[in-house]
């Protein structure tokens, strides 16, 4: 097996070897009888990918790799077999996701399965008559035979909307093969619980999700080698605008393009067993109704408990004194009012609520300060940012890492962290933004169970604030971030809306992407390769299937600028591109694109 600069990832060259030692075939000895099946390459004997077609009888229908008996019904796959894991794979191996799924002892039996070589090219090989694909089957019919029966049903449902919505439209640029691959990368990028009878339906939208993103990237990467981009040569721009319009459709439809579906009988199943229980669909015990109405009360409350502290971090900073001690006297009056009220007191319960997220602006704008000073964050720093942590699952803690992260902390910010990820069920806790007023977003049913007694103290274990910083934090915020804080243009500024548009001179985050940002950067300070592509990993999922962020651009410019630390420079103009697409004036992005091209003029990245 060959595999130079020449050959596409997940293919290679076979070269011919003698029939008595493992020495090269030299291209004068080439056997008359094998002259039509082999050929040079680079000084190498290569064998072609036609080389089984002799082998095979007539009235065989060639379908890729596979060749279909139309009178048996059975697809044939000519193959070599390799007993070793393929090198390209070797990363998998070590790579794991949110779901934790496949397990190691499921990886170490794909890795002794080995590997086919099948007589196919890729769509943009220098050597079409003489690449073979690499084709790791048995590790995936072994995968796919450890799904449980949701997923199976995603799998098939997938296909079916390929057959029936997209590919009679689209000249069937979309395979089963991506379809699977599809589900397997879902599958390890989310929890394992997810997966069950009765979240069918938000499984699958998922799925479909993560097809769209990668169908407007171009780009299905292979779940074993994801180097190998399973679109490569199928989709173009005349038909990739008809799939996502076709994909955003049926995603929107929530489950109604189901019942358009022939294939099984499917869509006139539904319709009956819909008119079969569709009296009683619309009616709700009181325990329910009481669930429900908790769990959006305290969702509007974290909603508004978040926009009260923006505002008084904005009223604060609105003075030209010395902003820490006004920050400070402010703070203290707010912890002598709590003392003073009542037990019983509405008030109380609000400045419960509300003195932890002050605590830890106030935190951050002293640690900011002596790190500038002194590179120390003193006690009193660390007294406010204690104080914080339990404003609610993240963003207190986020604060604190960050904090750490630049004084040059790596071992705490890495325990602080890992406490964060080890709070953060994803299947319950909601990302929180004042923003959310302007934003139709659904909460998770996790957050619904949770909020069903009607504590407004659960904010703290079940909501995740977004991540403020103003610019007298800026020595506690990581270079990526601070693009953010200067994003405005003269320009951008009459863009803003001259009420609302204060926060865009502040860094402004959402929890769960900032907390991966920080792990990959932390990991690569303490030399943890594996931990810190995990994260990379997490951080591009969250962005891809969190439909609950509030402030994505952010969240692109700071994976475009780890894509540029990992020499990925074309993704990183990619992320860039998307952030702008969402955003395009008072972005970030705007000066990181120039930057990542000046860069490349000056041939400062290679």
């Known amino acids: 097996m060959i595999q130079d600069e020449t050959t596409s990832p997940g293919y290679c060259l076979l070269q011919l070897l003698q029939m008595d030692e493992p020495l090269p075939v030299p291209e004068h000895e080439i056997p008359y009888e ?42 044939l796959v000519p193959a070599f ?15 794991q996701g949110i779901g934790i799924w496949p397990t190691e002892e499921m990886k170490r039996y794909c890795e002794n399965t080995g590997c086919f070589v099948v007589s196919v090219s890729s769509k943009s090989g220098l050597y079409e008559e003489f690449e073979w694909r690499i084709s790791t089957s048995l590790a995936e019919r072994f ?14 449902v997938m296909k079916m909307i390929l057959k029936t919505f997209i590919n009679p439209r689209c000249n069937g640029v979309l395979s089963s093969f991506m379809c699977k691959n599809v589900l397997l990368h879902c599958i390890q990028n989310t929890q394992s619980n997810s997966w069950r009878p009765s979240n069918l339906l938000a499984c699958l939208t998922c799925c479909l999700i993560v097809l769209e993103n990668f169908v407007g990237q171009i780009n299905c990467p ?66 329910e109704i009481y669930g429900k109405i908790s769990g959006e009360l305290l969702h509007l409350l974290s909603r508004f408990v978040s926009a009260v502290h923006e505002k008084l971090i904005k009223e604060i900073l609105k003075g030209n004194d010395d902003v820490q001690e006004i920050f400070s006297d402010f703070t203290f009056k707010l912890v002598n009012t709590y003392r003073e009220i009542g037990c019983y007191s509405l008030k109380k319960s609000a400045l419960k609520l509300l003195i932890p997220l002050v605590c830890s ?54 325990f602080v ?58 020595n506690c915020v990581p270079q990526e971030l601070k693009y953010e804080m200067f994003r405005s243009t003269q320009e951008d500024m009459i863009e803003r809306h001259h009420i609302l548009g204060y926060w865009m001179d502040w860094a402004v985050v959402d929890s769960l992407p900032y907390l991966y940002f920080l792990q990959y950067k932390t990991y690569g300070h303490l030399q943890r390769a594996a931990a810190q592509q995990q994260a990379l990993t997490n951080l591009v999922t969250t962005i ?21 630390q990992e020499n990925r420079h074309n993704d990183a103009l990619r992320c860039y591109m998307l952030s702008l697409n969402i955003r395009a004036r008072n972005n970030a ?18």
């Open 544 to 564: 891809k299937t969190e439909s609950n962020l509030y402030h994505n651009e952010t969240a692109l410019n700071l994976l475009g600028q780890c894509m540029e």
């Open 361 to 414: 602006s106030l935190g951050s704008v002293v640690a900011s300060s002596e790190i500038n000073d002194h590179s120390v964050i003193s006690r009193k720093a660390l007294a406010c940012f204690s104080i914080g942590l339990d404003s609610d699952v993240s963003s207190g803690r986020l604060k604190l890492a960050s904090a750490m992260y630049c004084l040059g902390d790596m071992i705490r910010t890495e």
């Open 222 to 287: 292979h779940f074993i080698i994801p180097e190998n981009n399973l679109m490569v040569g199928r989709i173009f721009p005349r038909n990739k605008h008809k799939i996502l319009e076709i994909l955003q459709n049926i995603i929107r439809s929530e489950g109604r393009a189901l019942l358009e579906i022939p294939i099984d009988n499917l869509g006139p199943t539904l319709q009956v067993r819909m008119s079969m229980y569709g009296a009683f669909q619309y009616y709700c015990t009181s325990a």
């Open 417 to 474: 962290l890992r406490n964060i990820e080890d709070l953060y069920d994803l299947n319950i806790v909601e990302p929180v933004c004042r923003y959310t007023a302007f934003r139709c977003s659904r909460t998770r049913q996790g957050f619904k169970d949770k909020s069903s007694t009607g504590n407004e103290e659960l904010i703290r274990e079940i909501a995740a604030f977004c991540v403020t910083f103003t610019r007298y934090e800026i």
């Open 589 to 606: 992005a705007n000066f990181l694109i120039p930057k990542l091209l000046y860069a490349f003029a000056n041939r400062h990245v290679v």
């Open 34 to 75: 094998l002259a039509s099946c082999i050929g040079c390459v680079g000084g190498r004997v290569c064998i072609k990918n036609t080389w089984f077609h002799g082998a095979l009888h007539k009235g065989l229908v060639k379908n890729g790799p596979a060749c279909t008996d139309t009178l048996t019904n059975q697809d």
């Open 81 to 95: 077999l390799c007993k070793s894991w393929p090198a390209e794979a070797q990363p998998w191996l070590g790579r």
């Open 143 to 156: 995968l796919m035979f450890s799904l449980n029966i949701t997923q199976m049903r995603c799998y098939i």
